[in-house]
């Protein structure tokens, strides 16, 4: 068992920034693919970024160049860093964790707006 607590959320003009954290505890956390989605209003949950514990990362093609996830091993702390927000990064974010079966966290709102 996993639990995930998302924290960083909030209202950002467009072209700010803004760092997620997620918080993880319960079970070894260097063993799980961490990973972001997100969902907004009307839509499906998409897949925004993960990070595996060699240190590899990918991206979806919509935030390829302005988020960056990184993980903390030691804190079993993940973070995206998002950069160069736009309005159509508007969403629920919701951390992920992932082994041999997925975990969610609550999600944290971040709206872009002017």
């Known amino acids: 068992q996993v639990q995930l607590v998302e924290s960083g959320g909030g209202l950002v003009q467009p072209g700010g920034s803004l760092r997620l954290s997620c918080a993880a505890s319960g079970s070894t956390f260097h063993n799980y693919i961490m990973g972001w989605y997100r969902q907004a209003p009307g839509n499906q949950r998409e897949w925004v970024a993960r990070s595996f514990s060699s240190g590899t990362t990918n991206y979806a093609d919509s935030v390829k160049g302005r988020f960056t996830i990184s993980r903390d091993n030691a804190k079993n702390t993940v973070y995206l860093q998002m950069n160069n927000l736009k309005p159509d990064d508007t969403a629920v974010y919701y951390c992920?964790?992932?082994?041999?079966?997925?975990?969610w966290g609550q999600g944290t709102q971040v709206t872009v707006s002017s």
């Open positions: 992920s964790a992932f082994r041999e079966t997925i975990y």
